[in-house]
């Protein structure tokens, strides 16, 4: 199920605009935060957490990304754990 547009209005107010990606393997902010700044329209609502008990549509499991960090996503599986 996709994120309710009252989610997503939460989650991209909690970002101030901008990406909340803070993955190693994004090599454009490799330890910090991105600075690249989104629009709640270009903005990519990424799910945290895909399986599990809780909420998976809730605002605290929607991460706001920029198009760059989004599609890094599927790089996390490769992280160093």
Not at 30 to 55: E, F, I, M, P, W
């Amino acid at each position: 199920m996709a994120f309710s547009e009252e989610t997503k209005a939460e989650a991209y107010a909690r970002a101030g605009g901008r990406c909340e990606c803070k993955r190693e393997v994004c090599a454009t902010h490799y330890l910090t935060r991105c600075q690249t700044r989104v629009s709640a329209r270009t903005a990519n609502y990424h799910r945290k957490k895909n399986s599990g008990l809780g909420d998976l549509d809730g605002v605290k499991n929607c991460e706001v990304l920029c198009h760059t960090c989004h599609a890094n996503v599927g790089m996390d599986q490769f992280k160093a754990h």
